[in-house]
């Protein structure tokens, strides 16, 4: 694994690239992440996020250029790619029908915790999250809020070096984001690596660095405070209209 800035780099991408048939999803991406950083890939319906973010999760095979996520190799490491890593989509990546406390023990299973450690976790995680009365209640009857904050927990019960979210807060009322964004804080602090795309823009200012992509290409990289420097920004949604006001995808 290279440093960047003397910090593991634990995600690192070369000219990625996904074509389906004629259409390049995304073109040619570089760029690298480092251990603990929290990571904004920002971009407008269809400009590539979610392609690119199957790509480093293992789950879509590049059609060319080169990727390493957590010292592995996106091509032929994948198994590896995902044991050290968690994912959180939009939809929900828990069971409606199952119980708060059966969904833990069971994505931590998935994850190869032992039974010691599943139960430590598990007790860990409902306390933490003030859900110790809770327990036996089915998923699908908590609030969007509280779902969206269980399974982002789940999806970090095994102390993975990454973890992957994908508009993770769509749907929840802004001081039920904020709350997210919280648990986002105490992840990178414990040294977990997040890579977030959303669409909120007031969420990029929460972000260390942000990505932008237009049309399957990144177009800018850098931290909030340069960016709206350098396009004399009052807010991220301003630098946002600049780099993709001239977009021609669209889902």
Request: aromatic share 10%; glycine share 8%.
């Amino acid at each position: 694994m290279s440093i960047l800035n003397n910090k593991e780099v634990v995600i690192k991408t070369e000219k990625l690239t996904k074509r389906f048939g004629d259409f390049v999803a995304t073109n040619e991406i570089t760029f690298e992440v480092q251990a603990g950083e929290i990571f904004g890939f920002l971009g407008a319906n269809g400009a590539g996020k979610t392609t690119a973010m199957r790509m480093l999760c293992g789950l879509s095979k590049p059609s060319s250029g080169k990727a390493t996520i957590a010292g592995f190799d996106i091509y032929k490491q994948t198994e590896s790619i995902k044991k050290n890593i968690g994912y959180m989509s939009q939809k929900f990546s828990l069971y409606e029908d199952l119980n708060i406390l059966e969904n833990i023990r069971f994505f931590g299973g998935i994850y190869g915790l032992s039974n010691q450690q599943l139960k430590q976790k598990s007790d860990t995680l409902i306390e933490e999250l003030g859900l110790q009365h809770e327990t036996k209640k089915l998923v699908g009857s908590l609030p969007l809020g509280w779902k969206q904050k269980l399974a982002f927990s789940v999806a970090i019960i095994h102390d993975p070096k990454i973890v992957f979210l994908d508009e993770p807060t769509g749907g929840v009322d802004p001081i039920t984001r904020r709350q997210f964004w919280d648990l986002i804080y105490e992840a990178a602090d414990s040294g977990i690596t997040v890579f977030v795309t959303t669409h909120y823009m007031d969420e990029a200012e929460y972000c260390n660095r942000i990505s932008m992509m237009v049309d399957g290409v990144i177009k800018a990289l850098d931290t909030p405070t340069n960016f709206k420097q350098q396009y004399s920004a009052k807010s991220m949604d301003e630098v946002f209209f600049e780099l993709a006001r001239g977009a021609q995808r669209n889902e």
